[in-house]
């Protein structure tokens, strides 16, 4: 595993083929796409640490941006042709646009963007746009558990969110904009956090080695631990279940000599492997 940050200009894919090639190993992935224009924490998993995706499905991804009131576009970000223009922005204050943004916090019906890899009869939205078809994912729900103003300096709305998994924040800026009745895009974006990992903590692409990689286990540091004896780890190994100990339920990170073997699932009195990591 690799905190990466990513600067502005490549895609996300192109940090991973980047870090592929600097690993020697086809099998990197990472936990949340980051738009080209987008900067901050891309986690890459490596390996059987790619594996462990799933057990990161929940966290939440902190971020501090720019809204630009006035323009909505075509991608609802900067890249975008304009759409609309409005100067009714000239008319908010500070109150009204910290009013628009609170109205966002907690669960709502998010509609991703027209650009974006969200599938519409089983293909990407943004390939239809590009052909210029009328494109409208359907709303998804999204919980933001922080939408706050930092900074106001009009046209521009510098803020700070945390927010689920699959929350669109160019979606965001457009539905302020809508609520605040003069439009908005997208201007800026970096991610500060992913689950417990902060961006101060990344390292530039091209810096990322096999000797650098951090340990995986991180990832389910929040899962009940249980430590298996040399008879167990290989069982666990082959995919054969081990008798759970007391108090385990749920998930649980299997172990052995300080080394994460295994996430595995309690079915009655046994631990029943999930996802195994460790190499035989």
């Not at 924490?41 to 006035?70: H, P, Q």
């Not at 300096?153 to 924040?169: E, I, Q």
């Not at 439009?183 to 974006?189: E, F, I, K, P, S």
Request: aromatic letters at 4%; one cysteine or more.
């Amino acid at each position: 595993m690799a905190l990466v940050a990513k600067p502005a200009g490549p895609t996300s894919h192109d940090v991973v083929e980047q870090v592929r090639r600097a690993l020697g190993t086809d099998r990197v992935g990472h936990l949340g796409t980051l738009d080209p224009f987008a900067v901050g924490l891309l986690v890459i998993l490596a390996g059987r640490a790619t594996r462990l995706a799933s057990c990161a499905a929940a966290w939440t991804k902190s971020y501090e941006g720019v809204i630009r009131l006035g323009v909505v576009t075509t991608t609802d970000d900067a890249t975008g042709e304009p759409l609309a223009t409005s100067d009714a922005w000239r008319g908010l204050d500070g109150g009204r646009i910290a009013e628009a943004l609170a109205r966002f916090c907690g669960a709502y019906a998010q509609r991703p963007p027209a650009y974006s890899a969200v599938k519409i009869a089983g293909e990407r939205a943004y390939r239809r746009a590009r052909r210029g078809e009328a494109v409208a994912p359907a709303p998804r729900p999204v919980q933001v558990s922080e939408l706050e103003l930092t900074g106001l300096a009009p046209p521009d709305v510098r803020f700070r969110a945390t927010v689920s998994a699959g929350t669109y924040l160019r979606s965001l800026a457009r539905d302020v904009g809508e609520a605040l009745g003069c439009g908005a895009h997208l201007a800026a974006l970096t991610r500060t956090r992913v689950g417990p990992f902060p961006l101060a903590d990344a390292v530039a692409p091209e810096a990322v080695t096999p000797a650098a990689l951090r340990d995986p286990a991180a990832l389910v540091a929040d899962l009940p631990r249980q430590e298996l004896d040399e008879a167990g780890r290989a069982a666990v190994i082959h995919g054969r279940p081990v008798m759970a100990g007391k108090g385990e339920g749920g998930r649980v990170a299997l172990f052995s000599n300080g080394e994460l073997v295994a996430v595995a699932e309690r079915v009655a009195d046994a631990l029943k492997p999930r996802v195994v990591v460790a190499d035989a």
